[in-house]
C-alpha cells in the first residue's frame, strides 16, 4: 500500500475524474483502475483495475493498492515515483524515478 495526500491526489489524479468516478469513491471509499509502470528501460506494463484499487482512508488521505507492482519493482520506502492520470485513455500512470539502495 502507499499512502497518497489529498491534495496531491486532487492535484495529480483526481481533477480530471468524472464527476461519477469521484462519487464511486466517496460512497464506496474505494474504486478499481488501470494503471501503466511506465519505466524506462523495461517494456511497459498494464496493471489492469481488478489487481490495482485507490482506497479512501480516515484523514481524507488515500491508499493506492497494487501489490503486484510493488513487488515487481521492489518498492520501498524512500523510492521516488511519479504518479498521474492520463485523461485521454483513462489510466492511472506510474513511473519510478529513484530508488533507494540502487
Known amino acids: 500500500m502507499m499512502m497518497i495526500p489529498f491534495f496531491e491526489m486532487v492535484k495529480y489524479i483526481l481533477r480530471y475524474w468524472t464527476l461519477d468516478m ?3 469513491l466517496e460512497n464506496c471509499c474505494s474504486v478499481c483502475v ?3 509502470d511506465v519505466n524506462e528501460g523495461n517494456i511497459s506494463k498494464m496493471y489492469e483495475g481488478r489487481s490495482v484499487w485507490i482506497r479512501k ?3 481524507d488521505d488515500l491508499s493506492l493498492w497494487c501489490i503486484k507492482l510493488f513487488m515487481d519493482r521492489g518498492l520501498g520506502d ?3 515515483i511519479r504518479l498521474y492520470w492520463d485523461p485521454s485513455f483513462s489510466f492511472l500512470v ?3 524515478l529513484s530508488q ?3
Open 34 to 36: 488501470d494503471m501503466w
Open 100 to 102: 533507494v539502495g540502487s
Open 22 to 24: 469521484a462519487k464511486v
Open 94 to 96: 506510474f513511473k519510478l
Open 78 to 80: 524512500g523510492d521516488e
Open 57 to 59: 482512508v480516515y484523514n
